[in-house]
Nanobody, 111 residues
Framework: QVQLVESGGGLVQPGGSLRLSCAASGTFFRFYDMAWYRQAPRKERELVGT???????LYTESVKGRFTISRDNAKNMVYLQMTSAKSEDTAVYYC?????WGQGTQVTVSS
């Protein structure tokens, strides 16, 4: 089991930027495909995007061109850079690896 700890959430204005971080435990992080999910109030959890162990990324349509997922294998970290934030991005954001989940970090987009 991999422990995942998200950080970096908070309040951001519409059009603003925020970077979320996820710290992963263990010594095999470089072999893991990772993902970011989010869950808005009264909605089901949805996939935001993925990053493979080699660094290839995929994104859900609603965040393409605005969000960027990256990773630093030397630090066991994965990141979600959010730009051009919209109110509909308000959600709890979760880091994921297979069946392992972090506790989530709240992002609120509001003026």
């Amino acid at each position: 089991q991999v422990q995942l700890v998200e950080s970096g959430g908070g309040l951001v204005q519409p059009g603003g930027s925020l970077r979320l971080s996820c710290a992963a435990s263990g010594t095999f992080f470089r072999f893991y495909d990772m993902a970011w999910y989010r869950q808005a109030p009264r909605k089901e959890r949805e996939l935001v995007g993925t990053i493979t162990k080699s660094g290839s990324t995929l994104y859900t349509e609603s965040v393409k061109g605005r969000f960027t997922i990256s990773r630093d294998n030397a630090k066991n970290m994965v990141y979600l850079q959010m730009t051009s934030a919209k109110s509909e991005d308000t959600a709890v954001y979760y880091c994921n690896k297979g069946e392992d989940w972090g506790q989530g970090t709240q992002v609120t987009v509001s003026s």
